[in-house]
């Protein structure tokens, strides 16, 4: 069975204090992985997508890594502002009409300041 | 600005009642999503469309319907038929041939 979980489901940071969100997957054929950034009460906000083992992608403080069975997402010196439900979502390879995603439950991380 | 509207931000129903939240995209995206979020769990898929006039039924369907008639707007109603229809609703849109969902700010449903 197709499954994504996240990893710590909360985290809190002092500003500064740089740290890592996991998002372990099983999934029959990778086709992508996708990290969203959802303050409360909002809609997701897309950051990143990872195709395939060894990729990187940064945005500000935010680096996202991709392994055959989990991603990572590096917070370099937060700030309050990185503060937010981080969410990690994957689809399958076989490309259905659907584009379905697979969501994990998040990780809400706050930094204080 | 492109964008996805969602409306209204807020909704409250009584037991028994139908309801229509809209969603609508100024993106000229092709496929549209609603997604429901409820606290402790992922995005599930309740509806999709991947052209006008047409909708495939996502993971949770039952309860819900929708309808696809413009391409800039994908309706979903809440119908009585869902046992527990409090929740976070969320529509998504995605250009053909990319891979990337894009969402709207949501719509709280309560029911009463």
């Known amino acids: 069975e197709d499954q994504v979980t996240q990893s710590p489901e909360a985290l809190r940071l002092q500003e500064g204090e740089s740290s890592s969100l996991n998002c372990s997957y099983t999934?029959?054929?990778?086709?992508?992985l996708f990290w969203y950034r959802q303050d409360p009460g909002k809609g997701p906000e897309f950051l990143f997508t990872?195709?395939?083992a060894g990729e990187e992608k940064e945005k500000e403080r935010l680096k996202a890594t991709l392994t055959k069975k989990e991603s990572f997402l590096h917070i370099t010196a937060p700030k309050p502002e990185d503060s937010a439900t981080y969410l990690c979502?994957?689809?399958?390879?076989?490309?259905?009409?659907?584009?379905?995603?697979?969501f994990g439950t998040g990780t809400l991380l706050a930094v204080q300041p | 600005d492109g964008g996805i509207t969602q409306s209204p931000k807020y909704l409250f129903r009584k037991e028994g009642q139908n309801v229509t939240l809209s969603c609508e995209q100024n993106?000229?995206?092709?496929?549209m999503y609603w997604y429901r979020q409820d606290p402790g769990q992922g995005l599930r898929l309740i509806y999709y469309?991947?052209?006008?006039?047409?909708?495939q039924k996502g993971d949770i369907a039952e309860g819900y319907s929708v309808s696809r008639e413009k391409k800039e707007s994908f309706p979903l109603t809440v119908t009585s038929a869902q046992k527990n229809p409090t929740a976070f609703y969320l529509c998504?849109?995605?250009?053909?041939?990319?891979?990337?969902?894009?969402f709207g700010p949501g719509t709280r449903l309560t029911v009463l």
């Open positions: 998504a849109s995605r250009s053909d041939g990319a891979d990337t969902q894009y």
């Open positions: 999934v029959s054929g990778l086709r992508g």
């Open positions: 990872l195709y395939s």
């Open positions: 979502a994957v689809q399958h390879h076989y490309g259905g009409a659907t584009n379905k995603l697979i």
């Open positions: 993106l000229n995206h092709d496929a």
């Open positions: 469309s991947q052209i006008v006039n047409d909708f």
